[in-house]
């Protein structure tokens, strides 16, 4: 599986008849339905028989009993990308952050940037820069972060293009 997502950790098997503890670690819990894949860190493919959202456990086909789910405990658990824009319906300006990668960051018509990653904290999440080579070379940060908070500093997001254009941006790049 190319391209692959993070989604959740596999816990302590819970019963006698395979099911294990889902830790979560994605907006979207409706995509571990039944018949769902997803590949572990240890590249086990794995198809879900059945998830229960309200206890937060999860089996999978193929691992019947305590004994053998117990072997995916601590495993981490991927969706394709392309699985996951199939099995997670985004609603109006939401996006994937796959997709935000590499976007680059636009204000008032100049480059500032491009997003390297995203970083979630308590009350905003943020995206890490890595500032075009123009401006490090005028002396501003290799790096800087700006909050995904559209009312405050994010105008418009073209993900077709890679642009996310923005406001506000380039004073917290002078001021980092």
């Known amino acids: 599986m190319k391209n692959k997502i993070y989604v959740a950790k596999l816990g302590k098997a819970v ?25 572990t860190n240890k590249k086990v493919e794995l198809k879900v028989q059945e998830y229960n959202s309200s206890r937060e456990l999860i089996k999978f086909e193929n691992y019947d009993d305590v004994d053998t789910s117990r072997k995916l405990t601590n495993q981490e658990l991927y969706s394709s990308e392309e699985d996951t824009k199939q099995n997670c ?16 960051i636009i204000e008032n018509g100049k480059l500032l940037g491009k997003v390297k990653d995203i970083h979630r904290y308590p009350l905003d999440d943020y995206f890490e820069i890595i ?3 123009a401006l490090v070379k005028e002396g501003l940060p290799n790096v800087f972060l700006i909050p995904y908070v559209t009312e405050t500093y994010i105008e418009n997001v073209d993900i077709e293009n890679k642009i996310i254009e923005t406001k506000n941006s380039l004073e917290i790049l002078e001021n980092s």
Do not use: M, V, Y
């Open 15 to 39: 019963g006698l008849k395979g099911h294990l503890r889902l830790i979560i670690d994605s907006d979207f819990p409706n995509q571990f339905k039944k018949n769902a894949i997803f590949i």
């Open 131 to 133: 500032t075009d080579e």
């Open 89 to 104: 319906k985004l609603e109006k300006g939401q996006f994937f952050w796959f997709d935000l990668i590499d976007c680059k």
